[in-house]
């Protein structure tokens, strides 16, 4: 599985987003047998998008609550809104800087971002994570905006 794929399977079936009572720290997440979404392809810009780009097939997922019972489960401080190690940190995924290359090269960052700019890349990633969300049915808090 791709890693967007990875980030919105996570998310978009742990119990909070299912409509459940969140877990209590270090519970295991669903197993991928579980696993119950895919993700479409990686949104287009904002100028691209349309209307019914919108999620299919039920009410928006509260992104806020999931993550936040994400890094409770995790038991440390995590700073997801700001950092795209923290959210893939709280999602269990691998944040090392090979695996946050693999996901630009995933979602087509451009070249010289991922050569030449690691923190440049890490911001573009960040803000490319949270839109792929958005596109698959999550709704972002009101106090997180993506550039």
Do not use: C
């Amino acid at each position: 599985m791709s890693i967007l794929g990875s980030i919105i399977n996570t998310i978009f079936n742990h119990p909070v987003a299912q409509g459940e009572p969140s877990q209590a720290p270090g519970a295991k997440p669903a197993s991928p047998s579980q696993e119950r979404r895919v993700p479409r392809d990686p949104p287009p810009s904002p100028a691209q998008q349309s209307p019914l780009d919108a999620r299919a097939g039920g009410p928006p997922v509260d992104i806020d609550a999931v993550m936040n019972a994400l890094v409770a489960e995790r038991g440390e401080k995590l700073n997801w809104k700001d950092s795209v190690v923290d959210l893939l940190k709280a999602l269990g995924l691998d944040s090392s800087y090979d695996a946050r290359v693999r996901l630009a090269q995933e979602l087509h960052a451009p070249t010289d971002l991922i050569r030449k700019d690691s923190s440049g890349m890490n911001i573009w990633l960040h803000d490319a994570v949270l839109r792929a969300i958005q596109h698959n049915g999550g709704k972002l808090p009101d106090d997180l905006r993506v550039r």
